[in-house]
């Protein structure tokens, strides 16, 4: 079972440089979320989708852009790296709340180490 | 706003003895519900227990029990009978109902476990 899987498991660019970092799940998720982990912060929420075609931001939105064009995949953009978006990035997803649910745990990736130089 | 709070940047523990990490949290919401996870040095996420805010009794999952106390925000873990194979990162995490910070969960900074033989 593939579950959710990101690509690249590791990248390292240079400061400026863009990339775009892709995460796909195969459990037909509604929802879909880009986290960064940095030590003693423990996961921050970048950017998350509740839907396709539709994104919102986290509690740290800036310097990256999202898309979710199609379900299964939820993409996350840095327009020009900065050494301090040196991170783990993990990628999660969960099925749809049913009513006012709260128990849907998170799927995560195996996540991507980003070095920005 | 949603938060997490775990003070317990580390923990050292005897094989065998349990150990309770500690976790509180904060919101308006009245629907919510809260999780852990592990995370080891391979650096997976593992979904180890849930607690929603309606629930009467502390969830417990094999030897993992989560002490939930309402009145105080608090959601602490607790780990019996403690292996080696526990040693690892543990995040507390949150996820509000639909009315307040709907679909999203965030998660501690977190505390590292260390079991001693």
């Known amino acids: 079972n593939a579950g959710v899987t990101q690509t690249p498991k590791f990248r390292v660019l240079k400061t400026g440089q863009s990339m775009t970092l892709l995460c796909a799940q195969d459990?037909?998720?509604?929802?879909m979320y880009w986290y960064r982990q940095d030590p003693g912060m423990g996961l921050r929420l970048i950017h998350y989708?509740?839907?396709?075609?539709?994104?919102a931001k986290g509690e740290v939105p800036d310097g990256y852009n999202v898309s979710r064009l199609k379900k299964q995949n939820f993409l996350l953009g840095l327009e020009s790296a900065a050494p301090s978006q040196t991170s783990v990035y993990f990628c999660?997803?969960?099925?749809?709340?049913?009513?006012?649910?709260?128990?849907?745990?998170?799927?995560f990736g195996s996540g991507t180490q980003l070095s920005v130089l | 706003a949603q938060k997490i709070t775990q003070t317990q940047p580390g923990m050292f523990v005897q094989e065998k003895e349990a150990v309770t990490l500690d976790c509180t949290y904060d919101?308006?919401?009245?629907?919510?519900?809260l999780f852990w996870y592990k995370q080891p040095s391979s650096g997976e996420m593992i979904f180890l227990i849930y607690?929603?805010?309606?629930?009467?009794q502390n969830a417990t999952e094999g030897r993992y029990s989560l002490n939930f106390q309402k009145a105080r925000k608090s959601a602490n873990l607790v780990i019996s009978a403690s292996q080696l194979g526990d040693s690892a990162m543990y995040f507390c995490?949150?996820?509000?109902?639909?009315?307040?910070?709907?679909?999203?969960?965030?998660f501690g900074a977190g505390t590292r476990l260390f079991v001693k033989a």
């Open positions: 999660a997803s969960t099925q749809r709340s049913r009513g006012d649910a709260t128990n849907e745990k998170l799927f």
């Open positions: 459990m037909n998720h509604e929802y």
């Open positions: 989708s509740v839907g396709e075609g539709t994104t």
């Open positions: 919101t308006s919401d009245p629907s919510y519900g």
């Open positions: 607690q929603g805010s309606y629930d009467q």
């Open positions: 995490a949150m996820r509000e109902g639909r009315g307040t910070g709907g679909f999203k969960t965030i």
